[in-house]
């Protein structure tokens, strides 16, 4: 996994998640994939990519396992980040957690459960990151995978931003994931999640989006050009884009 950091962008993605039900969405979407699993004595879960461990919270919360029963391994390149998720997730286990750097050759296959939530956009080899990811699974493991397909308006914008640089899109989307995924022999099942963005129409909040989106790019694309992009969407004062992306789970062997 690439090293990206949200730091420099941390207000553009908060008025994102502020303004966006992906997160809530994605949260519910995955405890129901991991419905049962409460049951377990002991369960051994890895956030890989956990950022800040605001998504990981957001599930936590909602699974509300008891904490002597959460063994919780986090995996993320930036340290800064990787240090507030412990801090923020602290309460959901009395045990120690565990964090590692990337890529994950040397974590053994033990986790019941694997959680990469819209991170594997930046992975820089996304079959060897996938590998990794089931191979660190424990027999009827589960892993849990968010991302956005090219039926996302959001991944359209990409599109548009990076054919002004003539450039191809220089990230993973769902149809990677899947193509990787069939190409390993992995049984997994698909499923596609809606979600609604709805912000009060602005330049500057078009302008937040697209830091978001572009980060360090968007001072090479002629930002102008892009703000067009989001007149179909408008909708009276606001912007209201209808939107989704694709979850995999994938079982382990």
Not at 105 to 125: K, T, W
Request: glycine content about 6%; overall charge negative; charged content about 25%.
């Amino acid at each position: 996994m690439a090293a990206k950091d949200f730091g420099p962008i941390a207000s553009d993605y908060a008025f994102f998640s502020a303004h966006c039900t992906e997160a809530v969405n994605d949260a519910a979407q995955y405890a129901r994939e991991l419905a049962g699993f409460e049951r377990r004595e002991t369960f051994r879960m890895l956030d890989f990519g956990c950022g800040t461990g605001e998504f990981s919270e957001r599930l936590l919360s909602a699974l509300n396992w008891p904490p002597p029963s959460l063994d919780l391994t986090l995996a993320e390149p930036v340290r800064a980040q990787r240090a507030e998720a412990v801090r923020r997730l602290a309460r959901f286990s009395e045990r120690e957690i565990a964090t590692v750097e990337t890529p994950l050759a040397q974590v053994e296959p033990r986790f019941d459960a694997v959680v990469s939530n819209h991170v594997l956009y930046y992975a820089e080899d996304l079959d060897a990151t996938l590998a990794q990811l089931v191979g660190s699974l424990a027999p009827g493991g589960r892993l849990l995978l968010a991302i956005a397909g090219w039926d996302n308006p959001l991944a359209w914008l990409w599109k548009a931003g990076f054919a002004i640089l003539d450039r191809p899109v220089p990230y993973h989307l769902s149809e990677d994931v899947e193509a990787g995924l069939r190409q390993s022999g992995a049984t997994f099942r698909k499923t596609q999640v809606p979600y609604r963005l709805r912000f009060p129409d602005s330049t500057e909040n078009r302008m937040k989006i697209l830091r978001f989106l572009f980060s360090e790019y968007l001072e090479e694309i002629s930002a102008p050009r892009l703000l067009d992009e989001f007149d179909r969407h408008a909708a009276g004062n606001h912007i209201d884009i209808l939107t989704q992306s694709d979850h995999f789970s994938v079982a382990g062997e």
